[in-house]
């Protein structure tokens, strides 16, 4: 077994699934910063239309940034259905800017460098001491990257929130190399999209 798949296991056997907020529960609101250093209130983004947030740990992850792009590849479709994705992650805003960059990113990207957002939505954890070496012995440096001097990271989790901040969709993995497709939430907002209009437009 390796060290990825002890963690998948010791994070499943902390119950940490089970913590998380899921679906039909209120979204914990958080302003956090944009890739420019300017204060955004995750409220501010969901009353104006169904919210998708996806958390990813870093633009250091390969696995991440292949979410991010894949992302990048359905904002027609979510412009379509009147939606909205923010992607959050822990590192800091001049890291996220650099994530946006090299990725081309065409949507918001947010600093959650204080973890309220990770810690609301009850995704966050300490890495594991094996995890932590691993890293460390790679120069991944969390603590540095995130700006907060701490070993924790969000557990990658999607969510769809509608217009009264109300959770409809949500998805958490604790094998960071599995993500959702973005079909899949995709088609959650156009069932909801028929379940308010009683067609799709």
Not at 2 to 27: H, K, N, P, S, Y
Not at 36 to 63: D, E, M, Q, T
């Amino acid at each position: 077994m390796t060290a990825i798949d002890e963690t998948a296991a010791i994070l499943r056997a902390t119950g940490v699934c089970q913590r998380a907020v899921r679906e039909g529960d209120m979204a914990p609101d958080a302003t956090l910063l944009d890739a420019c250093g300017a204060p955004v209130k995750l409220s501010s983004l969901w009353h104006n239309g169904p919210l998708v947030v996806i958390f990813y740990r870093g633009g250091w992850c390969s696995y991440c940034n292949l979410q991010l792009h894949e992302w990048q590849r359905h904002m027609d479709a979510l412009k379509r259905l009147g939606a909205e994705l923010v992607a959050v992650s822990p590192q800091t805003p001049d890291h996220s800017l650099d994530t946006v960059e090299r990725n081309a990113l065409a949507y918001t990207v947010l600093s959650d460098s204080g973890l309220d957002a990770a810690n609301g939505f009850g995704i966050a954890f300490t890495l594991p001491p094996e995890l932590i070496d691993l890293y460390a012995s790679s120069g991944t440096d969390i603590p540095v990257l995130n700006g907060n001097g701490q070993w924790v990271l969000p557990i990658p989790a999607t969510y769809v929130v509608d217009r009264a901040g109300r959770i409809r969709f949500a998805h958490v993995e604790m094998d960071y190399r599995e993500r959702i497709d973005p079909q899949s939430v995709i088609a959650v907002l156009e069932q909801a999209r028929i379940g308010e209009h009683g067609t799709t437009a």
